[in-house]
């Protein structure tokens, strides 16, 4: 593909389910994937998974999953039993971009992407987002008390402080333009049936709340939730067999930059303007900001969406926070950000977030977004990131 601009062979989702987007789910992990997988099925048409789908690709990590070697325990739910399946220990939409090369490949015809998120019942978290840090040079920075010597168990989320405190002295962007952020997707998530964390907040509500690590505040990062996101995918040629509306992808990118936190740019989304390059290559286009309609970008705390869709060249340096402050990334702006209520409104995912921002997508794209329909949907990008501590994001593009 080096070289060379859009995809050989089209490919479409054809099917979308999704289950859960609570903060805390009764149902084991397996009844959250068959009950979004059974969705997905019926969304494409009663496709068969057993017949007519070629290949699974599962986004799974152990840590998370408490279990090791957790992608042999998603295939009975998926009806993947005795088919091809891939594990991807990346965001779901790294899992998506997987499934999309196997199509292209002409490997499969046809292809379904799960992820999940149980993070209900890991009492760790911060404990394993700490493991995954350098364990010569960082992780001793952030767990050792220097005093005493002693592990003491720092917060991961003193990066996304670093990280956001950086940002807004590069760009200008205030705090108060990042709580505006916290506000339209708690707002947008109350249109939203499915979001878990739908909220008339203010400004001053957001300004105002526990300092996690300055300048992040509690309610500048986004909540945990269960859920489940299952999307079935198509070639050009069997696609229109499944579906009526089929939603086509038209490019797509993914980067990791260095694991390093002594060498990643803190103010920046490296990882996320290189995808988005990426995608607008294949996709052929030119002007993002008039060739697309609307997105879902990640926003696992305030300052992302903002620095991502600086990085996606959306809006230019410094910009963005202007445009949110105007409401023109509200759900009747000019542009529409994480109208579905983004990771802020509808809870982290974690592996989950990026087939989350492609189910929102898909909703608007086929105009069954309900009250939270954009009014021209034609064209949709979907951005993820990784999340603390790492520096690997991915995007893709769809259209009508």
């Not at 505006?180 to 739908?198: I, T």
């Amino acid at each position: 593909m080096e070289g060379k601009i859009g995809l050989e062979r089209k490919i479409a989702v054809v099917g979308v389910g999704w289950s859960g987007f609570k903060p805390f789910t009764t149902e084991e992990y397996r009844e959250l994937i068959f009950e979004a997988a059974v969705k997905a099925y019926e969304d494409a048409g009663g496709i068969n998974p057993r017949k007519d789908v070629d290949g699974f690709i599962g986004v799974a990590e152990d840590l998370w999953e408490g279990i090791s070697i957790a992608d042999e325990y998603y295939p009975d739910q998926v009806g993947a039993v005795f088919k091809p399946e891939n594990s991807v220990s990346a965001d779901g939409i790294v899992g998506f971009i997987s499934a999309c090369m196997m199509i292209q490949s002409g490997v499969w015809d046809t292809a379904v992407v799960e992820a999940h998120s149980k993070i209900s019942e890991v009492l760790s978290v911060n404990d394993l987002l700490l493991f995954a840090l350098d364990p010569v040079f960082n992780r001793p920075l952030w767990n050792v008390d220097p005093k005493t010597k002693k592990p003491v168990g720092g917060h991961p989320y003193m990066f996304a402080g670093l990280e956001m405190n950086r940002y807004l002295a590069e760009t200008g962007t205030t705090v108060e333009q990042c709580a505006k952020v916290v506000v339209k997707n708690y707002r947008n998530a109350l249109k939203n049936p499915f979001a878990a964390y739908g909220s008339n907040l203010t400004v001053e509500d957001v300004i105002c709340s526990k300092v996690v690590s300055h300048p992040l505040k509690e309610l500048d990062a986004s909540k945990f939730a269960d859920g489940c996101v299952v999307v079935v995918l198509a070639g050009e040629e069997v696609a229109k067999k499944y579906t009526d509306t089929p939603i086509w992808v038209k490019g797509y990118g993914f980067c990791s930059e260095t694991s390093w936190l002594e060498c990643h740019d803190w103010g920046d989304s490296v990882y996320t303007r290189i995808s988005g390059e990426m995608a607008y290559k294949m996709a052929g286009i030119k002007n993002p900001r008039k060739e697309i309609n609307f997105a879902e970008v990640d926003d696992t705390f305030s300052y992302k969406e903002l620095q991502n869709l600086e990085a996606l060249k959306i809006f230019g340096r410094g910009e963005a926070g202007k445009f949110v402050e105007e409401n023109l990334t509200a759900i009747d702006g000019d542009f529409p950000v994480n109208p579905s209520g983004g990771s802020l409104g509808q809870g982290n995912l974690f592996c989950a977030n990026g087939l989350q921002k492609i189910l929102g997508v898909v909703l608007q794209l086929r105009n069954e977004a309900g009250k939270f329909q954009v009014s021209k949907a034609e064209v949709g990008l979907a951005q993820a990131w990784r999340g603390i501590p790492t520096t690997s994001g991915a995007v893709t593009i769809l259209g009508r």
